[in-house]
């Protein structure tokens, strides 16, 4: 081969110029993470999940990244934009956001609202006095944890899978449940939106994400049998149960309308503001 053809196909190695420094090296950081507190302390998740017996998990601070999904047309119009968000910020690629118990996942939502834009939530609230709609502000600081109890007087126990067991008043059947997740909690809200009938069974679908046994009997189909025949007292039993044992965080504060002066506690409304605070 001709040198001038072994310089035509690289045969000659060129000596390499020295990489430019970046042009963004005075720039270079990390986006700072925060810790939040699980209300479920990683008790209910199972053996395997990254959250099993871990009590608090690592999120980053929104970036503008996250801001340009957060106002997302298309994200908006299917109701997947805080979502999507929220994956992004969870540190550890191995959680899923559909995974998280719902209560894990409020606790989040609660903190990355705080830590992205102050603590201080100001939204429109209708006063239940007066019905006028004033402007308060609302501190996100300190919200309220519960882990969840098991209540004996209600005849219940948690099992070692972290499914519950309560006994029905009327039927005395033993129902044994588990905790919704926040795919569940998604899937119901979807469900309801589909709903042609005119009739939101909110309340059995509820049921049937819940319940995984009636007397160690797990066949979806008797399941399902069994929630659409339950008196409604053994009913109301199981969703006490269920906010009795539920670990979720609670935002109450004390409320005065401006307008009338009525003066109440209440839960704090999560209304657009929350995430879109001075649009």
């Not at 310089?7 to 986006?31: C, K, L």
Request: negative net charge; charged residues 25%; contains cysteine.
């Amino acid at each position: 081969m001709s040198r001038r053809n072994s310089e035509r196909m690289g045969s000659h190695a060129t000596p390499t110029a020295p990489a430019p420094q970046s042009q963004f090296a005075d720039f270079s950081f990390v986006v700072p993470t925060e810790f939040v507190s699980l209300p479920s302390e990683g008790k209910y998740y199972p053996e395997g999940h990254p959250l099993h017996n871990k009590d608090v998990i690592e999120i980053k601070h929104m970036t503008a990244k996250e801001e340009d999904i957060l106002t997302s047309k298309a994200l908006l119009s299917k109701g997947i934009a805080i979502d999507r968000v929220l994956q992004n910020v969870i540190v550890d690629p191995a959680i899923s956001l559909d995974t998280l118990l719902a209560g894990d996942k409020n606790a989040i939502v609660i903190a990355l609202r705080a830590v992205s834009y102050g603590a201080d939530y100001e939204t429109k609230v209708d006063c239940p006095s007066c019905d006028t709609s004033v402007t308060y502000k609302f501190d996100l600081n300190n919200p309220t944890i519960n882990h969840g109890e098991v209540v004996e007087v209600y005849n219940m126990k948690q099992n070692q899978n972290g499914t519950f067991d309560v006994i029905l008043p009327i039927t005395e059947i033993t129902a044994t449940f588990r905790l919704l997740t926040a795919r569940d909690e998604s899937n119901i809200l979807q469900n309801l939106a589909k709903s042609n009938s005119g009739i939101e069974n909110n309340i059995t679908e509820q049921l049937n994400l819940m319940v995984v046994a009636f007397n160690g009997e797990t066949d979806r189909n008797t399941i399902r049998y069994v929630i659409d025949k339950l008196p409604s007292m053994d009913s109301m039993r199981i969703r006490t149960a269920y906010r009795f044992v539920n670990p979720t965080v609670e935002l109450n504060q004390k409320f005065e309308c401006s307008n009338c002066g009525y003066e109440a506690e209440m839960e704090v409304p999560l209304t657009a503001d929350f995430f879109w605070p001075q649009r």
